[in-house]
T-cell receptor, first 118, second 111 residues
Framework: EPEVTQTPSHQVTQMGQEVILRCVPISNHLYFYWYRQILGQKVEFLVSFYNNEISEKSEIFDDQFSVERPDGSNFTLKIRSTKLEDSAMYFC????????????????FGPGTRLTVL | SQQGEEDPQALSIQEGENATMNCSYKTSINNLQWYRQNSGRGLVHLILIRSNEREKHSGRLRVTLDTSKKSSSLLITASRAADTASYFCATDYNYGQNFVFGPGTRLSVLP
């Protein structure tokens, strides 16, 4: 069964450094998402992406964050200058293009990347 | 703002018992989904219930949705130790543009 993959599984970085988290969504999906989960807290939406542009973003997704689909398979989240409070699990998700059919579908989540900012 | 809230925050039961978790939300939704997360792992989709549905079953899972009360429940019957995980409800109010997750219920099933 196809699945979303994420690399690396764990990223350790120094405060102020840039990090890029990578995701490979399911191949025929067209909507992509990033979420984060601070340890012990709930999953928070960051951004959704469709047709090579951001569809929606949350208040968390400030100028320090950016997303990109550099090629036909990867979907990346970049944090320009990491802060201690960016330490969290970051989940990528993808879903088929179903909203145009006025129905909604589930999002398929990757295993997550644990980001530790020191 | 839309927000899912689960209760209880933590639930501990014996193997074989049923576990019921509840989720409440604040505004109209398109669908509601339940996810499971094993400690430190990714989110696994369990079941989706649309706003025009009242009940869905999947194996030992039963989900109900009451849009008048803006609430949903997840029932796991005949629980097993392997069901030990955190369970999250996620509300979709914007046609899949994003989900809003509740804080989750930590379920412990004791052998």
């Amino acid at each position: 069964e196809p699945e979303v993959t994420q690399t690396p599984s764990h990223q350790v970085t120094q405060m102020g450094q840039e990090v890029i988290l990578r995701c490979v969504p399911i191949s025929n999906h067209l909507y992509f998402y990033w979420y984060r989960q601070i340890l012990g807290q709930k999953v928070e939406f960051l951004v959704s992406f469709y047709n090579n542009e951001i569809s929606e973003k949350s208040e968390i997704f400030d100028d320090q964050f950016s997303v990109e689909r550099p090629d036909g398979s990867n979907f990346t989240l970049k944090i320009r200058s990491t802060k201690l409070e960016d330490s969290a699990m970051y989940f990528c998700a993808s879903s088929p293009l179903s909203w145009l059919a006025a129905s909604t579908d589930t999002q398929y989540f990757g295993p997550g990347t644990r980001l530790t900012v020191l | 703002s839309q927000q899912g809230e689960e209760d209880p925050q933590a639930l501990s039961i014996q193997e074989g018992e049923n576990a019921t978790m509840n989720c409440s939300y604040k505004t109209s939704i398109n669908n509601l989904q339940w996810y499971r997360q094993n400690s430190g792992r990714g989110l696994v989709h369990l079941i989706l219930i649309r706003s025009n549905e009242r009940e869905k079953h999947s194996g030992r899972l039963r989900v109900t949705l009451d849009t008048s009360k803006k609430s949903s429940s997840l029932l796991i019957t005949a629980s097993r130790a392997a069901d030990t995980a955190s369970y999250f409800c996620a509300t979709d109010y914007n046609y899949g543009q994003n989900f809003v997750f509740g804080p989750g219920t930590r379920l412990s099933v004791l052998p």
